[in-house]
């Protein structure tokens, strides 16, 4: 499959604004913490959800914020704004042999499948949104803190 990492941090991203907004000022320094990644490579990538208007940037102090509630923001709506290679999910291998009655017809034989496979994954992230992630976040917290309370 072709889903970068990109999706899963920018996932993070907004959890995190999202999780912090009430105790922190969410910069790419303090994103970056959290996902253990380069402020540079989170930028990047905040830079692709504002562009794809999930979150506004503050200027002057800094900071982001959910541009509509967490509960409207799709994993779908992340996959489009981050993925550059959304046009296909599977890639075929290289170097077919025509001379194989196989590989001279893998194409025909499974495009479609896998063009069926990427509309139903699509589909799917629809289903998913960030105010799921930050619930089970805050139960996770929750659970820590009676553990360790």
Do not use: W
């Not at 540079?40 to 794809?52: C, F, P, S, T």
């Not at 629809?126 to 799921?132: L, P, S, T, Y």
């Amino acid at each position: 499959m072709q889903v970068s990492t990109k999706f899963t941090i920018a996932i993070h991203i907004l959890a995190a604004a999202e999780y912090f907004k009430e105790d922190y000022k969410i910069t790419s320094e303090f994103l970056a913490s959290s996902i253990g990644s380069n402020p540079v490579i989170i930028r990047n990538i905040m830079g692709q959800l504002k562009d794809a208007n999930l979150i506004a940037v503050r200027r002057g102090p800094g900071g982001i914020t959910l541009t509509r509630p967490m509960d409207q923001i799709t994993f779908y709506d992340v996959y489009e704004a981050v993925e550059t290679n959304k046009e296909e999910l599977f890639n075929f291998h290289e170097n077919l042999n025509l001379n194989c009655p196989v590989g001279r017809n893998i194409h025909g034989a499974l495009d479609d499948k896998l063009a069926e496979l990427q509309k139903e994954f699509e589909e799917d992230l629809k289903k998913f949104n960030v105010g799921m992630v930050v619930r089970d976040l805050q139960k996770e917290s929750k659970k820590e803190a009676q553990v360790n309370g």
